[in-house]
């Protein structure tokens, strides 16, 4: 357990940084910034702006540096590439350099999108082949981390699933803002293998790998590999709407307008490393999705 510690996190204000914030608040001092400041324990940063950057991190004079936020809609980054290298790429650097200048660990946040689908499922070794700006931009932060850093941790999430209906944009709340709306009928692709990654979760183990020093990278998803499709029936039953919703498969094409950026047919991850080090204590996929859902989504649908 991590505690007494001076934690910045950079990027806090999504799904991820509400996470980071009920794991390690409370026993650390957390000093977390975000451009959007949509919580009362959030300041002001864009950390694209490397000298404010740099200055309000060594102002804080942390022990560790948590870089969490990234943009991650692909059709975004596709369009706006300059914007997708500035924010997933530079201002990592900008990070490491903070961070070998104050002689501190750092965490960075990469994703199974690295990698091109290609295989079944890829373990913490597996080289990355990235297909588009987003998945690109991530893995070149991931390498500079790597490369630069001796005390660094890049964890590599999968579909992340965590914060609830106001900070949620993934495809967990998709299709709870679609039954919310009353629909009947949810068209779920049928071709896209991945691996869930709830947040509290993966918060957890990454103070378990802080508290052990156990730097370096690593995959970390939920357990259980799996699809869209089973999570979305899992979920439908879950909420007890198993006989009023029709889950109707498609393939990717029937989204291609919406989603056009290229995406791997499978982003399964397997967490090799986290089990030979004897730390893995994320829990399969379904358990956490009942909390999800539980914690979360208690009153949403009425």
Not at 39 to 60: G, Q
Not at 212 to 231: A, H, K
Not at 251 to 266: G, I, L, W
Not at 270 to 279: E, F, G
């Amino acid at each position: 357990m991590i505690k007494d510690k001076r934690i910045y996190i950079a990027g806090a204000g999504g799904m991820l940084g509400e996470a980071f914030y009920k794991v390690f608040g409370g026993r650390n001092v957390l000093r977390c910034t975000d451009k959007d400041t949509n919580e009362t324990w959030l300041d002001y940063l864009d950390f694209r702006d490397a000298e404010a950057y740099k200055k309000d991190v060594k102002l804080f004079k942390p022990h560790f540096l948590f870089h969490l936020g990234a943009l991650t809609s692909l059709e975004y980054c596709e369009e706006n590439p300059e914007d997708a290298y500035n924010t997933n790429t530079i201002s990592v650097e900008t990070a490491v350099h903070i961070a070998n200048e104050l002689n501190i660990p750092l965490l960075y946040i990469s994703t199974a999108g690295i990698f091109d689908g290609k295989k079944d499922s890829y373990d913490d070794w597996d080289e990355p082949s990235p297909l588009g700006h987003y998945a690109r931009s991530k893995f070149l932060g991931e390498l500079f981390v790597a490369q630069n850093l001796r005390r660094h941790l890049v964890c590599r999430a999968g579909w992340m699933m965590g914060a609830g209906p106001s900070k949620d944009k993934k495809f967990i709340q998709k299709l709870m803002r679609q039954i919310k709306e009353g629909k009947s009928e949810l068209h779920v692709v049928d071709d896209k293998f991945g691996t869930p990654t709830y947040t509290f979760d993966f918060a957890r183990n990454v103070e378990l790998l802080i508290e052990r020093e156990y730097w370096g990278v690593y995959n970390m998803v939920c357990d259980g590999v799996t699809e869209r499709l089973e999570v979305a029936r899992e979920l439908v039953k879950m909420i007890g709407m198993k006989d009023k919703i029709n889950i109707t498969p498609v393939s990717s094409d029937y989204f291609v307008k919406e989603y056009f950026a290229k995406r791997p047919k499978s982003e399964r991850l397997i967490t090799k490393k986290l089990q030979l080090r004897d730390c893995n204590i994320m829990r399969d996929w379904r358990v956490c999705l009942r909390e999800y859902l539980d914690n979360y989504y208690q009153d949403y649908l009425n």
